[in-house]
Structure formats: C-alpha cells, structure tokens
C-alpha cells in the first residue's frame, strides 16, 4: 500500500510444496506480502492498475508475471520486454515469462508492467529494483 507500511516475506519456498501453495494463498487475503524474497528471486505484488517499473535487468534475467485470478478481460500494458502487451493480451494462460527487449537494455530504460483488472505477482531477480506508483487516470 501507499500509506508507508510494507510487508516483507522472507522464505518458505524451500521444497515443501504444500507450504508453497500455502503461502501462494495468502496473496489472495485481505493482508498480504507486498514483497516475498525467496532462495533466487523476489516477488512483488502488484495490485491491479499500479504502474510497476523494473530496472538493473541484464539481457539473461528472467521476468515472470502471475494474474491472480481467472477475469477474461485481465491483461497487461507492458513497455520494453521482448514480447510486449499483444502476448499477454492474446494469451489467456495464468503465467507468462518474459526478458528485456535488447532496445531498453541499450537504453537502460526500465521495464513497464500496468496489470489491468486483475492484481498479479511478479517474479524477478535480486538484481533488480521494482518502483510501484499509482497509475495516473487518463
């Protein structure tokens, strides 16, 4: 949230599977990780409308986005990744994986990611820094 208050998740993505699912679930409660570091990757959640920038990616790191719920008419405007907004629109899967476009990382301009009616998870490397901001009504 915006109020100043976060909520990190450190671990319990350690192999017991039923812990993982356990933990996937609270992502759909009232309180909820904003940020959940795990062994390789952070995930943040991203509440639905929230422009999520991305930046300190290199060509090989690997960004993933989960819809956390089953809305037809969910999608993603995205700037800057190698298979941009018409992949994720087209496609009705729960999960895609995406990189860097060669033309951002010359750039070193930032990923963009806006989930549209829906909120979702997005995994990325430590590597990486994630800024959240409410996204401007048009």
């Known amino acids: 949230d915006f109020s100043g208050n976060t909520i990190t998740l450190v671990g319990g993505d350690g192999g017991r599977t039923d812990h993982l699912l356990g933990i996937l679930e609270t992502f759909s409660s009232e309180e909820k990780a904003d940020f959940w570091l795990c062994c390789k990757q952070i995930i943040c959640f991203i509440k639905d409308g929230t422009k999520t920038e991305i930046s300190g990616l290199t060509q090989n790191d690997c960004i ?11 999608s ?3 700037k800057g990744l190698e298979w941009n907004s018409e992949v994720f629109r087209k496609t009705k899967m729960p999960s895609l994986s995406n990189k860097i476009s060669s033309e951002w990382l010359s750039r070193k ?3 963009e990611i806006i989930p549209e009616n ?8 430590y590597t990486a820094v994630v800024t959240k901001s409410l996204q401007q009504e048009n």
């Not at 993933?64 to 969910?74: F, L, P, R």
């Not at 829906?118 to 490397?125: A, E, K, V």
Request: aromatic fraction near 12%; proline fraction near 8%.
């Open 118 to 125: 829906t909120d979702c998870l997005i995994f990325i490397p």
């Open 64 to 74: 993933s986005v989960y819809k956390m719920n089953e809305k037809q008419n969910a």
């Open 76 to 78: 993603f405007i995205t």
């Open 109 to 111: 301009l930032p990923v």
